[in-house]
């Protein structure tokens, strides 16, 4: 490998998003909710941070609108979706005629330890306080301590990958 070429290659947003495109995720919504009511966002990733103490992280869009919520709220809960869901993911996601809280009005939602909205007919849901939220290029990366979960293992998971569900 030549060491000089390797750090004048640059990598485009579209290309970026091609690149991730390669990993299988499951599709997940992040919701949180304050004194205005519910919000929430098809998250582009959410992953675990640490075992010890229990850590989950979100990236946020700095202009994504549940980000407020999530602030205001001290929380977030991460829905991962059953396959057939495929709707709920779109509307989430900006794809639909729904916005803001009227998105609830599909799924079956209830609540864990912080309040934050969790999906009871997905496959699981992580209950989070946050803790901690960084702010890079354009984006809120939140920590948020996982307190409480609900887990539905039967159940199929929905998965992106290329940019479509599987």
């Not at 004048?8 to 290309?15: H, N, Q, R």
């Amino acid at each position: 490998m030549n060491a000089e070429n390797s750090t004048d290659k640059t990598i485009d947003g579209k290309s970026f998003w091609r690149a991730i495109g390669v990993r299988a995720v499951g599709a997940a919504v992040v919701t949180a909710a304050d004194a205005e009511g519910p919000a929430g966002f098809l998250a582009l990733s959410a992953t675990h941070l640490s075992a010890d103490p229990p850590l989950m992280m979100v990236s946020i869009g700095a202009s994504t609108s549940a980000l407020k919520q999530v602030a205001n709220g001290h929380h977030f809960a991460i829905n991962y979706l059953a396959k057939g869901q495929e709707q709920l993911a779109d509307s989430f996601g900006g794809r639909g005629e729904l916005k803001g809280a009227d998105r609830f009005r599909s799924g079956n939602w209830g609540v864990l330890a912080t309040g934050a909205p969790i999906l009871l007919d997905g496959v699981g849901s992580l209950d989070c306080r946050l803790e901690e939220t960084i702010e890079r290029h354009g984006t809120v990366i939140a920590i948020g301590r996982l307190v409480d979960f609900s887990s539905h293992s039967e159940r199929e998971p929905l998965l992106s990958f290329g940019g479509r569900y599987i």
